[in-house]
């Protein structure tokens, strides 16, 4: 039997509507749909498809990396459609370059469909453009996990025509803030945090470089949150556009481990 195709599929941030037409058609068409954490669970209702969880439980991994791989290489041999959806980009801290890599391995055929990812959807649902013509003309995209043998973060030296979207960095504030200020971050900087983006959960923090980690401790800052640094910031009162009383409420990990 030839093996089915199998999709790697951006669910985007949050809000269900802001998948691309070709993930949608995909689900539609799967027999099987492997999600996880942070995937809108709108986005599953009325499949025809199986749905595995395969994200975290309280905090822990429902399945290892490895034990993904293994399930999605199984049931493509089994001749199955199968959609892997993930919040976001699958490419942007999504481990989705691994799991095409299993795939390419195992002769299985995949696909990538692209998704909106949090580190620009969050930003414009909370009034900031990352680029913006005289203040920003370029983009930094990074990661505030880090693995325990590496030191510091990969956060680029400060150039104020760049704004920093941090990705994962709520645990880690101190620490990468304290990286800012050693990179020659102003004290100043604007930073914004905004929480459960896209969603009608979305809340924004506007603070700075200087005073990041003790307002985020004031007022309970929470994953999934984005930190965007940099001048653009300061556009968000100017630009508040997004309602969220309007929006679908997010599902958190356990609910969605138990639909
Ligand atoms: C494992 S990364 C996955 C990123 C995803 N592939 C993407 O492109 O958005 C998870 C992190 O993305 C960010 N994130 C994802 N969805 C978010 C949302 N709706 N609002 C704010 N941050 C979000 C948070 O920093 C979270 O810790």
């Not at 025809?48 to 969880?53: C, N």
């Not at 803030?177 to 100043?188: I, K, N, S």
């Amino acid at each position: 039997m030839n093996p089915g195709l199998v999709s790697l599929v951006g669910a985007g941030p949050g809000d269900p509507e802001l998948i691309t037409v070709k993930g949608l058609r995909a689900l539609q068409e799967a027999d099987v749909v492997l999600y996880d954490s942070l995937a809108s669970p709108l986005l599953l209702d009325g499949l025809r498809a199986e749905r595995i969880y395969v994200g975290k439980r309280c905090g822990v991994h429902a399945m290892s990396q490895s034990a993904i791989h293994a399930l999605i290489v199984g049931l493509a041999k089994q001749g199955k459609r199968v959609v892997r959806l993930k919040g976001g980009d699958p490419f942007v801290f999504g481990r989705g370059g691994e799991e095409a890599l299993a795939l390419r391995q195992e002769g299985v055929p995949y696909e990538i469909v692209p998704g909106i990812s949090s580190a620009i959807a969050a930003a414009a649902y909370a009034g900031i453009p990352i680029t913006h013509r005289g203040i920003a003309e370029s983009f930094a995209v990074t990661t505030a996990h880090r693995r325990l043998d590496e030191d510091g973060f990969a956060i680029p030296p400060y150039d104020d025509r760049t704004t920093v979207v941090l990705l994962m960095g709520v645990k880690t504030l101190p620490q990468w803030a304290g990286q800012l200020h050693e990179l020659g971050y102003p004290g100043d900087l604007p930073v914004a945090f905004v929480t459960w983006g896209t969603t009608a959960r979305q809340s924004r923090l506007v603070t700075s470089v200087g005073r990041c980690v003790e307002d985020a401790a004031r007022h309970g800052l929470a994953s999934p949150s984005i930190a965007i640094i940099g001048r653009t910031v300061l556009l968000a009162e100017q630009l508040d556009w997004f309602d969220p009383t309007t929006a679908v409420a997010p599902v958190d990990e356990d609910e969605l481990a138990a639909q």
